[in-house]
C-alpha cells in the first residue's frame, strides 16, 4: 500500500517561476492537506481540503494555491516562487470521521527556491 | 487560534534513560493531543494520541500524560533505545472538524 505519494522528492527553483507538487493518496480518505516544515517553525498548515471540490485556507497560505479535482489528488502550486518559500513540503491525508483525527502523511518534497 | 509550544527544542540521553517531552497549548477547547515522529528523511508518524477525558494513556514503552486544568501535555519514553532517535511533534486539536496545530519539534538523540 503506497500511501501518500509526493512529486517531485527534491527541486531547485528559479525566484518567479512557477512550481506544482503533486500529491495521490490511494486510501480514499476525504481529508488532504499541505504543510511546510521549517526549522525551530515546526509543521505549518498551507491549505486543506475537507472533501473532494472543496479547499480551505490554514496558517500560511500566501503564495500558494491547491485544488481538488477529485479524491485521490490535491496538487500544491507556487504561482511566482520566492526564497522564503525554500521548505520541506509535506502532504497529509485524514479520514474526517472515525479514526479520531490520525494524519497520514508522504515523505516530503524538498524545495529550494535560488 | 491555537498555539502550542514545546520544549526542548534538542534532548539528548543514554540509552536505556527516559526521555520526557513537554507541551502546552493555549485553546481550552482542544480536546484530541496526538504526538507524532519523524525519522530522518520521512514524514511524520502518529506515534500516540490522547483525548480530554483521559488523564493518561500508555502504549509499551511510550506514555502520554495530560493536564487539562494547566493546559500541558508530555510524551515520556522509557528505557530509551538508540532508534527512539528521531524528531516528535506535539499536537492540538479543537473538537469537531478543526485542523491540528503543531508544536515546533524536539530533536530526541539516544546515545548508545
Known amino acids: 500500500i503506497a500511501g501518500i505519494t509526493q512529486a517531485p522528492t527534491s527541486q531547485i527553483l528559479a525566484a518567479g517561476r512557477r512550481m506544482t507538487l503533486r500529491c495521490t493518496q490511494d486510501?480514499?480518505?476525504?481529508?488532504m492537506y499541505w504543510y511546510r516544515q521549517d526549522l525551530g517553525l515546526g509543521l505549518r498548515l498551507i491549505h486543506y481540503?475537507?472533501?473532494?471540490?472543496?479547499?480551505g485556507k490554514g496558517e500560511v497560505p500566501d503564495g500558494y494555491s491547491v485544488s481538488r479535482a477529485n479524491t485521490d489528488d490535491f496538487p500544491l502550486t507556487l504561482a511566482s516562487a520566492v526564497p522564503s518559500q525554500t521548505s520541506v513540503y509535506f502532504c497529509?491525508?485524514?479520514?474526517?470521521?472515525?479514526?479520531?483525527?490520525?494524519?497520514?502523511f508522504g515523505e516530503g518534497s524538498r524545495l529550494t527556491v535560488l | 487560534g491555537e498555539n502550542v509550544e514545546q520544549h526542548p527544542s534538542t534532548l539528548s540521553v543514554q540509552e536505556g534513560d527516559s526521555a520526557v517531552i513537554k507541551c502546552t497549548y493555549s485553546?481550552?477547547?482542544?480536546?484530541?493531543f496526538p504526538w507524532y515522529k519523524q525519522e530522518l528523511g520521512k514524514g511524520p508518524q502518529l506515534i500516540i494520541d490522547?483525548?480530554?477525558?483521559?488523564g493518561e494513556k500508555k502504549d509499551q514503552r511510550i506514555a502520554v500524560t495530560l493536564n487539562k486544568t494547566a493546559k500541558h501535555f508530555s510524551l515520556h519514553i522509557t528505557e530509551t533505545q538508540p532508534e527512539d532517535s528521531a524528531v516528535y511533534f506535539c499536537?492540538?486539536?479543537?473538537?469537531?472538524?478543526?485542523?491540528?496545530?503543531f508544536g515546533t519539534g524536539t530533536k530526541l538523540q539516544v546515545i548508545p
Open positions: 497529509a491525508s485524514s479520514e474526517v470521521q472515525g479514526s479520531g483525527g490520525e494524519l497520514f
Open positions: 486510501m480514499r480518505h476525504n481529508a
Open positions: 481540503s475537507n472533501t473532494a471540490g472543496t479547499t
Open positions: 485553546d481550552s477547547a482542544s480536546n484530541y
Open positions: 490522547i483525548r480530554s477525558n483521559v
Open positions: 499536537a492540538a486539536r479543537p473538537g469537531g472538524y478543526q485542523k491540528v496545530t
